[in-house]
């Protein structure tokens, strides 16, 4: 049974940076797609980034995350730059399968960004 495991996030200033990582475990890393969500208090889960062929991102968030993948190290990451309050959140990294199909999903990690 495949594990995803969420690091890298915590409390950053306006304008900063942070990398996220979602390590895999218990299985390949073969999957279909990749993607990660966000849950801001109050809010539904948003996708901000996937990527499977390519990368696409939501609008809010264009030009400063970035989805990228390491096969070697089994580990999926998002970039995230130019930090705003709106982006504070709990990320979560989802992978895809497609045999069989399922949605796997690691415990999230918590951003915070202060003004």
């Known amino acids: 049974q495949v594990q995803l495991v969420e690091s890298g996030g915590g409390l950053v200033q306006a304008g900063g940076s942070l990398r996220l990582s979602c390590a895999a475990s218990?299985?390949?890393?073969?999957?279909?797609?990749f993607a990660w969500y966000r849950q801001a208090p109050g809010k539904q889960r948003e996708l901000v980034a996937g990527?499977?062929?390519?990368?696409r991102y939501t609008e809010a968030v264009q030009g400063r995350f970035t989805i990228s993948r390491d096969d070697a190290k089994k580990t999926l990451y998002l970039q995230i730059d130019s930090l705003k309050p709106e982006d504070t959140a709990v990320y979560y990294c989802?992978?895809?399968?497609?045999?069989?199909?399922?949605?796997?999903w690691g415990q999230g990690t918590q951003v915070t960004v202060s003004s």
């Open positions: 989802n992978a895809i399968s497609s045999d069989p199909p399922y949605n796997y």
């Open positions: 218990g299985g390949s890393f073969s999957f279909f797609g």
């Open positions: 990527l499977t062929r390519d990368s």
